[in-house]
């Protein structure tokens, strides 16, 4: 018999996901916000993928299992997909907001593009394959970061 309340870092959604024995999710690295006591969150992925990508920390998932109750927080607008089995969806990484652990996720290099934004390394995508759902975020960190560079003080001498 209180309030509680949590935030998002960024504009969005706070998504209630009830986690189910057997069915777990792979939230993006700053998507967990809150979970009942059932619910265990651990490192679900993570990968190194370039100095310039993700700050050069690499691409990381957090993954949601046990039962009961989590918070979700997405970035921007959210898009979702159920993939039907077999059925790959590629998208730049930091869009994957969240997806059912059921869905097979693999980061894969795009040959022959060199971009100057990703060292010279080649682009990255995120490779999502069904069965199961997937959520989808328009804003990441990063983005938001960029798109305001411009508006920020500079440092002056």
């Keep these: 018999p209180g309030l509680l309340a949590f935030a998002a870092k960024l504009p969005g959604q706070i998504l209630p996901m009830e986690i189910t024995a057997g069915q777990g999710y792979m939230v993006h690295r700053h998507g967990f916000l809150c979970a009942t006591l059932g619910v265990q969150f651990s490192i679900g992925f993570q990968q190194r993928l370039g100095a310039g990508v993700f700050g050069g920390t690499g691409f990381r998932l957090q993954k949601l299992t046990g039962q009961g109750q989590s918070w979700v927080a997405l970035n921007g607008e959210v898009v979702v997909y159920d993939l039907q089995p077999g059925n790959t969806l590629r998208v730049h990484p930091s869009q994957v907001g969240m997806f059912q652990e059921s869905v097979q996720f ?42 305001i560079q411009e508006y920020l003080p500079k440092a002056s001498g």
């Design 106 to 147: 693999n980061v894969v290099t795009v040959p022959g593009i060199q971009n100057m934004f990703f060292g010279g390394s080649g682009l990255f995508l995120a490779a999502l394959t069904g069965p199961g759902r997937v959520w989808l975020q328009s804003m990441s960190m990063q983005h938001l970061a960029h798109a």
